[in-house]
């Protein structure tokens, strides 16, 4: 789709009422965007609009106010379908968020078809929660896990991958976008080797669905993962994208109502995709109003957007780069608008503080993501990420505030 | 040797930070706080003293002497260098029973409330909390 509208960022900002908050007497400046991003009105008015107007449980029961709530929340799957290109409606399960949908997979998917001696394979740069589940499985089935490593510039090595993919390797689950590095990763290639060696895919888009476009079937990755939260939508729903055919062979999650199909006390038979996923009663209001967040990106239009914040994020890495002694990790040729950095020796967390005295919202830490620290040898850093309604003259005043804080822990 | 009372040397701190009245001179008093504290001997940088936060870390031992603890601390972030270097400035050096019964407003009073509700990202909760934790154990142990 040709996108003809021009991309006006402070048209944007606009639409986000949080961006003009002032923070410690400053105007605010959101970098932390990683870890979650703020929310356009449309999305704030529509669980406003649903909690007062229509308000009630899905999919049970008969009166006016549940078949509204009951359709609204099953247009989201439709749009989520088409968001991510998913081949069938039903492919379509939601979760609490990434964490849950990769869970899901580790405790259904794996626990049935891992066995002893079997691999797993992760890599470096992944979230503890794509390392965590997978650590559950083989711990449980005497199976192992495998690593890709990544090199100096935060780049999977890809022939070392290829080594380690063997008939063993059952499962493959690597990050789309690394939350600290912004590295993309070539997932479509990725899943291509592992479909080769007989293993299946989980692609973790955490970090990846709010900068990139998404073609699961083009990717041909067998599950893949994420969290409304991250795309401009409300908290607490995730998506399980999971081919049709896999999902219909896996054993059911969380037991409960809404799941079944019947149950007697000899016998539970189980509801179809994707309900026999979805035990219990859902997020209903925020599952329905996510589907505002993806309205208002594809009008925004994904390719201005990423046109956008490419720019921006060449625009700041160039900035960041004249400080003295500033170091950037993650230096993948691919990446998103994520700057994880270091400042000579001093702590991460010292900047973090000093940045937020001057209205500047940064993540300092690990980032749950301690191997990748380790790799590194480091044991954290501060990260700046950039979404679509970052600025350059927020750049700007940023690297002001940098410089005063770099002058102020000498 | 002469002591003072908690809430003489909590005057103190706060007397001295009501003298900045913008954040910059507030927290470069901070952080030559923490420059001048005193680092914490190697060998006490050991697992066992360790109070770990999410981000930064936090070394504690204490020492008990003619009915007071002594405490000595140190932190790898500079800023909560100078923290700790307030409460060691406060509590260090008291009794048990008033080591046990400070309420610690000072961090309130001078406006650095925000570094303990960040419970989890720099152990100065877990700190004070240590710190009273050996004010107990001193406590039953001598008395």
């Known amino acids: 789709m040709e996108v003809t509208k021009e991309f006006d960022v402070h048209e944007i900002r606009q639409r986000f009422p949080v961006l003009t908050r002032i923070v410690n007497k400053k105007p605010l400046i959101y970098f932390d965007n990683a870890a979650t991003a703020q929310k356009p009105d449309v999305v704030i008015d529509a669980l406003d609009y649903y909690y007062k107007k229509y308000n009630a449980n899905i999919h049970r029961g008969i009166h006016a106010l549940a078949e509204e709530a009951t359709s609204a929340y099953e247009a989201t799957r439709t749009a989520v379908h088409k968001f991510l290109n998913s081949k069938f409606r039903e492919e379509i399960i939601f979760t609490s968020g990434t964490t849950e949908s990769i869970n899901l997979v580790a405790y259904t998917w794996a626990r ?55 008939e063993k390797t059952k499962i493959v689950s690597v990050a789309h976008v690394s939350n600290v590095l912004g590295t993309i990763n070539p997932v479509k290639e990725i899943v291509k080797y592992a479909h080769e060696a007989g293993a299946i895919t989980l692609i973790d888009g955490a970090q ?18 994420f969290s409304a939260h991250k795309v401009y939508g409300p908290g607490g729903v995730g998506v399980l994208y999971g081919k049709k055919k896999i999902l219909e062979e896996m054993p059911v999650f969380k037991g409960g109502g809404e799941m079944i199909s019947e149950v007697t006390f000899e016998k539970t038979t189980y509801n179809e995709l994707p309900y026999k996923f979805e035990a219990g009663t859902p997020n ?16 925004t239009g994904r390719k201005n957007i990423h046109k956008y914040e490419q720019e921006l994020l060449k625009y700041a890495t160039g900035a960041f780069k004249e400080i003295e002694g500033l170091r950037i990790i993650g230096t993948a040729k691919n990446k998103t608008g994520v700057i994880s950095f270091l400042l000579d020796k001093i702590h991460p967390q010292d900047i ?9 919202a940064v993540r300092t830490g690990h980032h749950c993501a301690q191997p990748l620290m380790d790799r590194f040898g480091i044991k954290g850093t501060a990260r700046a990420s950039f979404a679509m309604y970052n600025t350059r003259e927020e750049v700007d005043r940023f ?6 804080a770099k002058k102020m822990l000498q | 040797m002469q002591f003072t009372s908690i809430s003489e040397r909590e005057k103190e701190i706060v007397d001295n930070f009501s003298l900045f009245d913008d954040w910059e001179g507030k927290y470069e008093y901070l952080i030559d706080l923490g420059k001048k504290l005193e680092p914490l001997d190697d060998k006490y940088r050991k697992e066992e ?13 204490a020492d008990y002497r003619d009915g007071r603890i002594f405490f000595k601390a140190d932190s790898d972030a500079i800023i909560v260098r100078g923290l700790v270097s307030m409460l060691i400035e406060v509590l260090s050096g ?46 039953s142990i001598h008395s």
Not at chain 1, 284 to 299: A, M, N, T, Y
Not at chain 1, 399 to 404: D, E, F, G, H, S
Not at chain 2, 98 to 122: P, Y
């Open chain 2, 49 to 61: 003293n360790i109070i770990k936060g999410c981000q930064s870390t936090v070394w504690l031992v």
């Open chain 1, 208 to 225: 990846s669905t709010v900068h990139l476009n998404i073609d699961v079937q083009d990717i041909d990755c067998d599950f893949f993962a």
């Open chain 1, 352 to 360: 973090g503080v000093l940045l937020d005295q001057q209205g500047i």
């Open chain 1, 284 to 299: 209903v209001g925020d599952v329905i109003v996510f589907k505002r967040s993806l309205e208002f990106l594809e009008k």
């Open chain 2, 94 to 139: 008291q009794t048990p029973e008033d080591v046990l019964s400070a309420k610690m407003e000072f961090i309130k009073e001078i406006g650095m409330m925000q570094h303990l509700a960040q419970t989890r990202s720099n152990g100065l909760v877990s700190m004070i909390k240590q710190m009273k934790n050996y004010a107990i154990a001193f406590h």
């Open chain 1, 112 to 166: 049935k078809n891992i066995k002893k001696g079997d691999e797993i394979i992760v890599s470096t740069m992944e979230h503890h929660s794509n390392i965590v589940p997978w650590q559950l499985v083989c711990e449980e089935k005497g199976a192992r896990l495998k690593v890709i490593p990544v090199n100096d510039r935060g780049e999977l090595d890809m022939e070392a991958y290829k080594s380690l993919l063997s």
């Open chain 1, 399 to 404: 690297v002001v505030a940098l410089r005063k």
